[in-house]
């Protein structure tokens, strides 16, 4: 059993640290030296965020980016109440989802997409801010890079308790995943909410189809799409200035149900090196308990098992620490507490994403 759990453990560090490698291949971005050109369609799906949706329009309204070079289109995904949008200096529209699908997401995009003015969409969620050369940022990238996809960063904003800091080394955790896979040319993940294509290459892709009939993923299979068909023309941005602030939830049950809405479009992915990483990730989170386990059972030495959790914390905090310092430059809180737990509560959203149900926007899938 010790030599199982300790070939699972080699396998585990070595794809970490494979991971730790790509991360620092990929080069930061941070020149706003050319004058604005590209014009932007951003799009913003949403249902019931009368609370956030503000927020989000304040700071788009202070980007430094001429607001005649973008557009700003919400799409309210049958909210319970309208929502009613101030005045602003770039062009708000506010329209109805049209539901053709099993995933409200992709189906708020592709209405967006149809009434969209500009080439470049940019999706985001209504819970987030985004920093002020957000769009300056992209644009740079834009006209010195021969690109049609882009994924950025996303990054919480983090209350000190607990909670929002085991989800934010989480975060930090598949941000870093993300930029790594990038590093070694095996990009297969994103998140929708600071993720950029033109509307020619979402048609060239063909949009959804494919995968509209699982109830999220609109960011990650499309962007394996794109790396399946035109790995050159999808770039991942690392930039400072291209960072986009979301909120954590507050409370267990919705990490939870999050987190099993994320873990559940695994076993659909195109890509093979992404099943085999999250196999991989399983593979260690499993062996973590299975030692647990054996020690409580007295097959195992406490020690053999101090052993094989300080070798796997090591390489994930290594990873963790480099994407946080990129992310947010903050000291790393509970990340002891956090390693202890991350394995039942990976494990555990593992599994139930394989049989169980999850609620989103107030309806289940």
């Not at 494979?18 to 932007?40: A, C, H, Q, R």
């Not at 053709?100 to 009434?115: E, F, G, L, Q, R």
Request: glycine share 8%; hydrophobic share 45%.
């Amino acid at each position: 059993m010790i030599w199982a759990l300790y070939t699972i453990l080699f396998i585990y560090c070595l794809t970490i640290l494979t991971l730790i490698y790509g991360f620092t291949k990929v080069n930061s971005f941070e020149y706003l030296g050319l004058e604005p050109k590209t014009k932007f369609s951003i799009v913003v799906p949403f249902r019931n965020e009368a609370e956030n949706l503000p927020k989000l329009l304040d700071s788009l309204s202070k980007l430094e980016y001429p607001t005649d070079l973008f557009e700003v289109i919400l799409v309210d995904d049958f909210s319970s109440e309208a929502f009613q949008v101030s005045s602003f200096k770039f062009q708000v529209l506010v329209v109805n989802n049209i539901r053709v699908s099993n995933s409200p997401k992709k189906d708020a995009i592709s209405t967006a997409m149809k009434i969209a003015k500009n080439d470049w969409i940019i999706t985001t969620d209504a819970d987030c801010v985004v920093n002020e050369n957000w769009l300056s940022a992209l644009d740079n990238y834009i006209q010195l890079h021969k690109v049609s996809m882009i994924a950025g960063a996303v990054t919480y904003d983090c209350e000190n308790i607990f909670l929002h800091h085991f989800q934010q080394l989480d975060l930090a955790s598949l941000q870093g995943a993300t930029m790594g896979s990038f590093g070694i040319r095996k990009g297969f993940m994103c998140n929708g909410a600071n993720f950029a294509y033109t509307k020619s290459f979402f048609q060239d892709l063909n949009g959804f189809d494919g995968n509209d009939g699982i109830a999220s993923g609109d960011d990650v299979f499309l962007l394996q799409k794109g790396i399946a068909q035109f790995p050159e023309k999808v770039h991942y941005l690392k930039s400072e200035n291209n960072i986009v602030i979301t909120k954590p939830v507050d409370n267990w049950k919705s990490l939870f149900h999050q987190r099993v809405r994320w873990a559940s479009k695994t076993g659909s992915y195109q890509s093979r090196f992404g099943i085999g990483l999250g196999l991989i990730v399983f593979g260690g989170n499993v062996g973590w308990l299975l030692g647990v386990g054996c020690w409580v059972l007295g097959l195992i030495s406490f020690n053999k098992i101090i052993l094989f959790f300080l070798l796997k914390f090591v390489v994930d905090s290594v990873l963790i620490y480099k994407t946080s310092q990129f992310l947010t430059k903050k000291r790393m809180r509970y990340l002891i507490l956090s390693g202890l737990l991350y394995p039942f509560f990976s494990v555990s959203v593992a599994l139930y994403s394989l049989f169980g149900k999850y609620e989103w926007k107030g309806r289940q899938f």
